[in-house]
């Protein structure tokens, strides 16, 4: 059974302050994992697909990255707007999420 | 280009009761999907479709039913609601392949009491 775990569960920065949410897993065939971002009452937003192990990919103040085992979502310098819960999911046969980490990012 | 949209947003349902909820993409996505997202809990795959008339079950089926009679459209069906599908339902669809991006719609809050 395909398995996604997030870390941590909620994580508080101030403004500025950069950190990394975590994205473990374990899947049969990995053909791609994704990283969202959802805001409250809202859809989940698409951010980035990594396909294989050492690839990365940055948006603004957002980088992933991919090993074989885990996801990281680096987040630098983070502003008040940052704030979301983060999604993690793995695709092999179907999309696999994880239960996200919630980020505040205070003024 | 409105991508994916749901309706309704909010719905109050008793026990018993059955209701329709809708899903609709102008993108021309063969791939459709719904999930259901409980508090705490990562989304689950409750149904998909990967093109006009093929559905098949996800993880959460039960309880549920859905239909594909075109490309555009895919509504899934509550026949006995009852208080465990409380939830916040999102449709989603994605190109083609399951590799490709799942793309969201803003979700259909449901309550069952």
């Known amino acids: 059974e395909d398995q996604v775990t997030q870390s941590p569960e909620a994580l508080r920065l101030q403004e500025g302050e950069s950190s990394s949410l975590n994205c473990s897993y374990t899947?049969?065939?990995?053909?791609?994992l994704f990283w969202y971002r959802q805001d409250p009452g809202k859809g989940p937003e698409f951010l980035f697909t990594l396909y294989s192990a050492g690839e990365e990919k940055e948006k603004e103040r957002l980088k992933a990255t991919l090993t074989k085992k885990e996801s990281f979502l680096h987040i630098t310098a983070p502003k008040p707007e940052d704030s979301a819960t983060y999604l993690c999911?793995?695709?092999?046969?179907?999309?696999?999420f994880g239960k996200g980490t919630m980020l505040l990012v205070s003024p | 280009n409105a991508g994916v949209t749901q309706t309704p947003k909010f719905r109050i349902l008793k026990i018993g009761q059955s209701m329709t909820l809708q899903c609709t993409q102008d993108?021309?996505?063969?791939?459709m999907y719904w999930y259901r997202q409980d508090p705490g809990m990562g989304l689950k795959l409750i149904y998909y479709s990967v093109g006009a008339g093929i559905t098949d079950k996800g993880e959460v089926p039960n309880g549920y039913n859905v239909s594909r009679s075109t490309t555009e459209d895919f509504p899934l069906r509550l026949e006995l609601a009852a208080p465990s599908q409380t939830s916040v339902y999102f449709c989603?669809?994605?190109?083609?392949?399951?590799?490709?991006?799942?793309?969201f719609g803003p979700g259909t809050r449901l309550l069952v009491l």
């Open positions: 999911a793995v695709q092999a046969s179907t999309l696999t």
């Open positions: 899947v049969s065939g990995l053909r791609g």
């Open positions: 993108m021309n996505h063969n791939y």
């Open positions: 989603a669809s994605s190109p083609g392949t399951p590799q490709e991006t799942q793309y």
